[in-house]
């Protein structure tokens, strides 16, 4: 096949791509036990963003290498009235690549209709409680934020009816810890980041977990009244939502899948943490500072245009 400059470069890119993200999602799948445990001695919010960091590095790695190394080292390097055939390599490469990111796009909008849909079904009456605007839904159950750009705090009627005073605000503080923390956001970003590895899946389901008891911490405070509410609460929703599962993108106070008693374990009894380290943050912060150096270096752009030229045969 001898495609134009323009093919060579989409194909070179989708290569590239593909190999970077099998090369670095297989380190983090081999490392991802031990990140998950590790990620227990920190304080939850901190394991959150440490897990979110390892789950969509393979994706945001690759894609600055194409942006910042590949793309600039072929434009500049590449002779454009040139014809070259392209290896079965790359060609299969490329191939991977795009069925990688066509798999991770269908996903996400297939996660984007289902929680518009549910959002329409529940519909429900714009109200205030606390002092917080919520949506009063009569056809659904517990509580849950639901959207991406302005989420929405929904309340079912009858965990209105169920729920104390004191537990319906500790239960609307959490929901509002998730809507400052942009988890649903968060969420959406994993749905995009392609899972090429299914041991990948356990760090989502970890920062899932993490993000859970980050928001109870913010919902409690260090108070043990709030505690007890909250977890409280959660005893009364879970069973509410027994066997109700939601949709990707909505949030909800109780998850079906989670271990509620090891949370409300964690509510009544003050954790203890043995460390709480910020060595991820810095690592990423002198990750990208390394890979905008290399990019500014005429040297490297040159060296990466020749990996591209054997990768190309």
Request: glycine content about 6%; charged content about 20%; some cysteine.
């Amino acid at each position: 096949m001898t495609p134009s400059y323009l093919g060579r470069l989409m194909l070179l890119a989708g290569a590239s791509f593909f190999l970077l993200q099998l090369a670095l999602g297989s380190l983090i799948a081999f490392v991802a036990p031990a990140a998950i445990r590790r990620s227990g001695t920190m304080r939850p919010h901190r394991a959150a963003g440490f897990l979110l960091t390892l789950r969509l590095l393979p994706a945001a790695f690759s894609a600055i290498i194409v942006a910042v190394l590949c793309v600039p080292s072929y434009l500049r390097f590449e002779p454009r009235f040139t014809k070259e055939e392209v290896g079965s390599v790359c060609m299969a490469a490329a191939f991977s690549g795009a069925l990688l990111c066509a798999a991770a796009i269908a996903r996400t909008f297939g996660a984007l209709i289902r929680s518009a849909l549910y959002i329409r079904r529940c519909g429900g009456v714009e109200s205030r409680v606390e002092g917080e605007k919520v949506w009063i839904i009569p056809h659904s159950a517990g509580l849950a934020l639901a959207g991406i750009l302005q989420p929405r705090l929904l309340i079912s009627a009858d965990a209105m009816r169920l729920l104390t005073r004191d537990q319906l605000a500790v239960a609307l503080r959490h929901e509002r810890a998730h809507r400052a923390s942009r988890d649903n956001l968060k969420r959406l970003l994993m749905l995009l980041a392609p899972r090429i590895f299914p041991r990948l899946r356990l760090l989502e389901q970890e920062w899932a977990k993490c993000a859970e008891w980050a928001a109870d911490d913010r919902a409690a405070e260090g108070n043990a009244d709030r505690s007890a509410a909250l977890a409280e609460a959660l005893v009364r929703v879970a069973r509410l939502q027994a066997g109700i599962g939601m949709p990707p993108l909505v949030t909800s106070l109780v998850e079906a899948d989670e271990d509620l008693s090891q949370r409300v374990d964690r509510l009544l009894e003050a954790p203890v943490y043995r460390s709480d380290p910020r060595a991820g943050g810095i690592a990423l912060a002198a990750g990208a500072i390394l890979i905008c150096s290399i990019a500014i270096a005429p040297a490297m752009l040159r060296i990466v245009h020749q990996l591209l030229e054997r990768l190309l045969d």
